[in-house]
């Protein structure tokens, strides 16, 4: 089992950044890709960026270069910086982790809004 707890969203300003953070934890030595993707309302969530365990990363053919993925190993944790933020990234963003067996677990989530 792996658990992921979500953190780092909130009310932000257009134009501004934010950090999201996701840290795993249980069994996360099993781990081979995590990542974070993004669900507004009414919409299929969809990939923003995922991370493995090789250093490999994708980003999803909707993102435009603000987003950057990273991940700390020893902390088990991955993070998800974005930049100049705009009205439509208000969303809610998820945290997903898939094992080498195929298993995968989700976060709970974190509501980022961007508005003045």
């Known amino acids: 089992q792996v658990q992921l707890v979500e953190s780092g969203g909130g009310l932000v300003q257009p134009g501004g950044s934010l950090r999201l953070s996701c840290a795993a934890s249980g069994i996360v030595f099993n781990i081979n890709s995590m990542g974070w993707y993004v669900q507004a309302p009414g919409v299929q969530r969809e990939l923003v960026a995922r991370i493995y365990s090789d250093g490999e990363i994708n980003y999803g053919d909707s993102v435009k270069g603000r987003f950057t993925i990273s991940m700390n190993n020893a902390e088990n944790t991955v993070d998800l910086q974005i930049d100049s933020l705009k009205s439509e990234d208000t969303a809610v963003y998820y945290c997903?982790?898939?094992?080498?067996?195929?298993?995968?677990?989700w976060g709970q989530g974190t509501q980022v809004t961007v508005s003045s």
């Open positions: 997903r982790a898939v094992t080498n067996a195929g298993n995968v677990y």
